[in-house]
């Protein structure tokens, strides 16, 4: 694995490994006082983001740093980015400076296929445009192995926004790959032209898939479809799909809930079901998203998979 | 006495080289020699004699045909000179077996005035590769608002008579309504640029399962259809000239097919890469694949070869549109949509239409130089391989397999999608009434 650029791109085989080193990985800094692995040590690694992301762009700082990598972060505030400077530019900068790795986000979809053309380092994408996320994709299978065990035969109902989300496409993809269902729910409008090409099933009834789902994953719908005509109301939006009381009373015992964030809490998840620690998993996402993190880049920096 | 010394001449007393043309194919048939002196084909035959200083040609093997003629041509002069210049298109036409172009108004300043129009014919005549014809905007600056001055264009030297928008649409039905009635006065033709701008807004690429999987914002088939079916029944409605450009989809090919059924006046093109390219090559995030209209699906390219091969579509337009290189080395959405295309199309059309039976050399002249001379008012052009006919002609080798080099393209843009691609057929020489402009597949200016 050179890149990882889509969650596609991963086969069963690579994306159980990066969950298994993710999983060493957490279990070797476990109870450490000082959390750094010497793996990295005299690396770079290059946080290139076009588009604001305290989350992702911490969690990947955070990642490289716990391996002792070398940090930099170019955001596109107050760099040359914001000059005018193409990405073809930024991209010969950082190759001339060395990069081993470059962890880029970028609002335009395919950005990181670009940028793989233009340097000899890994690229991991870390959010293009309305395309993938597949870091995102590998935290959320990460997280729904440790509750629930397994993802073989595991229901996931993915709900929101579809149409816009990259975090839907990399998790359709990569859990797919790993055997799980995957049904999508959204309003019509916010379902993509050629959804049925996608291995899930789609609905635009939330409330049927509920009973059926050992996992429900909502997506941030921003409120400016709503200008867009995508669905008429914000109340009613989140009438027809959002993840309020009522809803997760009607999931299965044990079925988890997970947001990839930031939450429009009272829009697509209620506050209550966001911040209920026996079914929401939002705040160990995040914590698993480092430790992921760590494994993608270590898999791709020349680790082995054994 | 003209062709005794070797030399014609014409009209206004210039002396003109004559030129024997041996053993060559018209239209792929029979060989024959023929004589080109004073701009025409003065005499077709077997064993011709060539006059005295008569330059030979040696054109045993190759096919011959009308030069061809593109209704759809970017030459970006004035504006973008660091793109594409006239002189530098025509080349490029030359290049790829064409005696006319018709430059699209899309410039800096936009062509909207007569002043605009004959500078670019001007420039036309100057580089001397090409009958230049420019079109003229059918509004304002392109904006959609008010008629430009058609009539003013139809009346300069550049003798306007398409008008066209191109790149924007003129989706105001009641402008569109206008445009199409006022050009009847000079036998002018519309050509729209068939988009419904509200249905494509941030549009990348076709709509439909690649967008959906690579995450760009789909342009669907039914925003250009919505727009031709409009305008066929405003064409019909005032009994107008339409035409339709680079046409995409097969639900196009299906109005178009309703209109003429009906009788309507309506005409249209398709452009090379949508007869051979699919939205696939979009998943390379390479914007040399970015093209307005988008690359559609097989089903599409299908249909669309069809069409053109049973007439619903009349003609090739090669939509030649050079882009300077960081308008394409960019992020996909931040790069602009357009293919080079001159130099590649005949190749193009003679791997999707001809090496497929679906046309025959007859039948790609027809749609490569007749049809488009006829819908731009050509009289010069686009007519038979015969005796007493203009000697605007191209040779082309049709055994010839050819690697597609972007650096050894005459545009002054690199912007080709088919770069590294193997290709049949190859200009060898082009002649424009009667004075080659293209000779052993070299340029002769």
Not at chain 1, 124 to 143: F, I, K, S
Not at chain 2, 60 to 77: C, F
Not at chain 2, 317 to 341: C, F, I
């Amino acid at each position: 694995m050179k890149h990882l650029l889509s969650a596609g791109d991963l086969s069963r085989e690579e994306a159980l490994s990066v969950l298994d080193t993710a999983e060493r990985m957490e279990s070797a800094l476990a109870g450490r006082e000082v959390k750094k692995l010497p793996t990295l040590r005299g690396r770079t690694v290059v946080n290139l983001f076009f588009e604001d992301s305290t989350r992702t762009r911490t969690s990947f700082e955070l990642a490289a740093k716990r391996l002792s990598a070398d940090v930099v972060t170019f955001s596109a505030k107050g760099s040359s980015v914001s000059k005018g400077e193409s990405l073809k530019d930024t991209a010969l900068t950082l190759e001339a400076m060395g990069s081993d790795a470059v962890v880029v986000r970028h609002s335009c979809s395919g950005a990181p296929h670009r940028l793989a053309g233009w340097v000899r380092g890994s690229v991991v994408n870390a959010g293009d445009g309305t395309h993938e996320h597949p870091t995102q994709a590998l935290l959320d299978a990460y997280t729904m192995r440790r509750r629930l065990s397994r993802l073989e035969g595991l229901r996931v109902t993915i709900v929101g926004d579809v149409l816009h989300s990259r975090v839907a496409r990399s998790n359709v993809l990569l859990l797919s790959t790993l055997g799980a269902d995957v049904t999508l729910v959204a309003p019509p409008t916010l379902l993509p032209v050629g959804v049925e090409a996608w291995p899930a099933a789609v609905s635009y009834d939330l409330d049927a898939s509920l009973p059926k789902a050992d996992v429900v994953m909502t997506l941030r719908v921003q409120r400016e479809r709503m200008g867009e005509s995508y669905f008429p109301s914000a109340r009613e939006y989140s009438r027809r799909y959002g993840l309020d009381r009522a809803r997760v009373a009607l999931l299965p015992d044990d079925a988890i809930v997970m947001h990839p964030g930031p939450m429009n809490r009272g829009m697509e998840i209620a506050a209550e079901v966001a911040d209920d620690p026996r079914r929401s998993t939002v705040v160990e996402q995040v914590s698993n998203g480092v430790s992921v993190r760590m494994a993608v880049l270590y898999l791709l920096l020349g680790g082995r998979s054994e | 006495m003209s062709g005794a010394s070797g030399r014609g001449r014409t009209d206004d007393g210039v002396e003109m080289a004559i030129w024997l043309v041996e053993g060559v194919r018209p239209y792929g048939g029979r060989p024959v020699d023929l004589l080109l002196r004073d701009g025409v084909v003065a005499e077709v035959g077997r064993g011709l004699s060539a006059p005295s200083g008569a330059h030979r040609l040696d054109a045993g093997g190759l096919v011959a045909l009308p030069g061809l003629v593109d209704l759809h041509t970017h030459l970006r002069e004035p504006g973008r000179e660091d793109a594409e210049t006239v002189e530098t298109g025509s080349r490029a036409a030359a290049l790829g077996g064409y005696t006319a172009v018709h430059a699209m108004a899309n410039t800096e300043p936009v062509a909207d005035t007569a002043g605009v129009v004959e500078q670019v014919w001007r420039l036309g005549r100057e580089a001397g590769l090409v009958d230049v014809r420019p079109v003229g905007a059918v509004t304002v600056g392109l904006a959609g608002v008010r008629l430009a001055e058609l009539g003013a264009m139809a009346d300069s030297a550049a003798r306007v008579r398409v008008f066209s928008d191109d790149g924007h649409c003129v989706s105001d039905p009641a402008l569109m309504r206008r445009a199409l009635e006022y050009v009847k006065a000079f036998d002018g033709v519309v050509a729209q640029h068939a988009e419904e701008p509200r249905l494509t807004e941030g549009a990348q690429m076709n709509e439909g399962v690649v967008a959906a999987r690579l995450g760009l914002t789909g342009w669907p088939a039914a925003a250009e259809e919505a727009v031709i079916a409009r305008d066929v029944l405003l064409a019909g409605h005032v009994g107008s000239r339409l035409h339709v450009c680079h046409v995409s989809t097969a639900g196009s090919v299906e109005i178009l097919r309703w209109a003429k059924a009906k009788g309507f006046r309506v005409t249209a093109e398709v452009t090379p890469h949508h007869l051979l390219l699919t939205d696939e090559l979009a998943a390379t995030y390479d914007p040399v694949y970015k093209v307005n209209p988008p690359l559609r699906t097989a089903e599409d390219v299908a249909a669309l070869r069809a069409g053109l091969a049973d007439g619903t579509i009349d003609a090739i337009a090669t939509d030649h549109a050079p882009h300077a290189l960081e308008d394409k080395q960019s992020e996909w959405a931040a790069a602009r949509p357009g293919m080079l295309g001159l130099e590649t199309a005949l190749s193009v059309a003679v791997r999707a239409m001809v090496e497929t039976g679906l046309l025959d050399w007859r039948g790609l002249a027809e749609r490569m130089a007749a049809a488009p001379a006829r819908i731009g008012g050509l009289a010069g052009h686009g007519r038979a391989v015969a005796e007493g006919e203009p000697a605007s002609l191209v040779l082309l080798d049709p055994d010839a397999r050819w690697s597609v080099d972007p650096a050894a393209s005459a545009s002054r843009s690199r912007n080709t999608p088919y770069a590294g691609r193997e290709l049949p057929a190859r200009v060898v020489a082009t002649f424009l009434a009667g004075e080659p402009t293209v000779l052993d597949g070299k340029a002769c200016l």
